[in-house]
Nanobody
Framework: VQLQASGGGLVQPGGSLRLSCAAS????????IGWFRQAPGKEREGISC???????EYADSVKGRFTISRDDASNTVYLQMTNLKYEDTAVYYC????????????????????????WGQGTLVTVSS
């Protein structure tokens, strides 16, 4: 049973990347799925969430540039990132939680990784020219 984040890499400012959060051993659509990031020297922050019922939440810092979606067939949640900026450079993580609401995932100080039902290892996104 695990959650796996992938898809990071090096991209120029203004470019795009799609991150994947794939689950094995459990079904993602029973959970609220959050994306988090931690930039060098900064605290981890919640940036987006896809709830069980299909609603989505975004932090102001990514609203209008990032899109979260869920593909039930592949049991994967995606984060499409466009118009990337230098300040988007970070390690990106995904988490699944049955109880924690999406609005809380995005607007409150993130919990410790072991406090979520499932936590995926990070994938590094570097925005650089």
């Amino acid at each position: 049973v695990q959650l796996q984040a992938s898809g990071g890499g090096l991209v120029q400012p203004g470019g795009s990347l799609r991150l994947s959060c794939a689950a094995s051993g459990f079904t993602l659509d029973y959970y609220n799925i959050g994306w988090f990031r931690q930039a060098p020297g900064k605290e981890r922050e919640g940036i987006s969430c896809h709830s069980r019922d299909g609603s989505t939440e975004y932090a102001d810092s990514v609203k209008g540039r990032f899109t979260i979606s869920r593909d039930d067939a592949s049991n994967t949640v995606y984060l499409q990132m466009t118009n990337l900026k230098y300040e988007d450079t970070a390690v990106y993580y995904c988490a699944a939680d049955f109880s924690l609401l999406c609005i809380a995932m995005v607007t409150t100080t993130p919990l410790g990784e072991h406090q979520y039902d499932y936590w995926g290892q990070g994938t590094l996104v570097t925005v650089s020219s």
